[in-house]
């Protein structure tokens, strides 16, 4: 019985031994109706935050950080709300908007942007960076009051341990969990989708199922990769990682590739980066690239590691060569095409 309230600060609750069929058991629980959380959308948006940075946690502690899930739960509704006007709770006579609705109003009224019905605002990374970080604090707030103890409550405690008194940085994954996570990555993602669209078709009648699965799913996905493409050119001859090709960089427009499928990871890591020709890289496409690239990635990423630049710092933060080819076996078993080579 689960223990845990959406007020609740901190949930230690020793974790118990998790086959896989249990964490999916916990899984399903926690996504279908009638629990803590059933007038928002709230805990889908947290389950694919979870999703999307499960490539994040630290493989030694287990330690994902609320900046982290936060970043990712206001770029989800950013681009939702404001990008494709998805209501994100059925009016009600107390209630209009969710706090996150609010804050998202009140952040657009500050700053003159347009908070109105048919009016699209640009996506969330287009946002000045001091300006994400605005709002990323302002919905973290609601994140940790309203989100992380009621989604774990939802798991009957099992997922991870929070202490919101003592430790302000971060949840501790139960690791069962984070191995089922991984491994199942996509099919609970699409799980999640589903559940999420029949709440969303309720609280916006025009719009159809198919639109909403597509929304969701590009809800975190960035068109502009060119702070990744300038550090990949300044660190090495600029080469398609595939065929070897040097590429024109005066136009900076060749494509920057995700070795491991987007469609996959749902993150943008420079590790998982490389400069691609156009042509490899549409023939790629989704397509995990063989085997044979590994080494290649590997010995890459050991002296990319070395650059002096915040977002190496950053992004190699949680990585191991170990990470990439745990991705590239979790694709694998969800689905995903492989073998790829020029
Ligand atoms: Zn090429």
């Known amino acids: 019985m689960s223990q845990t309230r959406f ?14 069929d249990d964490v999916i ?25 979870l999703l999307d940075n499960v490539f994040n946690v630290n493989l030694d502690t287990m330690r994902l950080s609320y900046d982290s899930l936060a970043a990712r ?49 640009f996506p969330f990374e287009s946002l000045k960076s001091d300006l994400q970080l605005e709002i990323i604090k302002k919905i973290r707030i609601v994140m940790m009051r309203y989100v992380v103890a009621a989604f774990c409550g939802d798991t009957d405690d099992q997922f991870y341990h929070f202490d919101k008194k003592n430790d302000k940085d971060a949840i501790t994954l139960n690791r ?19 559940e999420w669209i029949k709440y969303l078709e309720k609280a916006n009648l025009e719009e159809d199922a198919y639109a909403l699965a597509g929304k969701l799913d590009s809800s975190t996905e960035r068109e502009n990769l ?21 590429l024109e960089t005066e136009n900076r427009n060749e494509p920057v590739d995700h070795f491991i499928p987007w469609s996959f990871v749902k993150d943008d890591k420079l590790w998982n980066f490389v400069l691609s020709c156009p042509h490899c890289n549409s023939r790629k496409s989704n397509i995990l690239p063989d085997k044979q690239y590994f080494q290649t990635i590997k010995e890459r990423n050991i002296k990319l590691v070395n650059v002096d630049h915040p977002i190496v710092q950053r992004d190699f933060k949680n990585y191991s060569y170990f990470r990439l080819e745990e991705m590239w076996q979790s694709a694998v078993f969800n689905g995903f095409e492989c073998g790829w080579k020029r």
Not at 103 to 114: I, M, N, Q, T, V
Not at 230 to 241: H, K, M, N, Y
């Open 226 to 246: 060119n702070t990744y493409r300038e550090i990949l050119e300044d660190f090495d001859r600029p080469r398609c990682f595939y065929c070897g090709h040097l």
């Open 25 to 49: 058991a916990l899984v399903n629980r926690a996504l279908s109706a009638g629990n803590s959380m059933h007038t928002t959308t709230y805990k889908f948006a947290f389950f694919k935050s």
């Open 7 to 20: 007020n609740s600060t901190e949930n230690l609750v020793p974790f118990r031994p998790l086959s896989a």
């Open 176 to 194: 069962a969990v984070y191995t089922a996570l991984v491994k199942y990555k996509s099919i609970f993602e699409k799980q999640n989708y589903y």
């Open 73 to 121: 739960f206001t770029e989800i509704y950013w681009n939702l709300v404001l990008k494709y006007h998805i209501r994100q709770q059925i009016p009600t006579s107390q209630h209009e908007m969710t706090s996150v609705e609010k804050e998202l109003s009140d952040f657009c009224a500050k700053y003159g942007f347009p908070f109105a019905d048919k009016e699209s605002i």
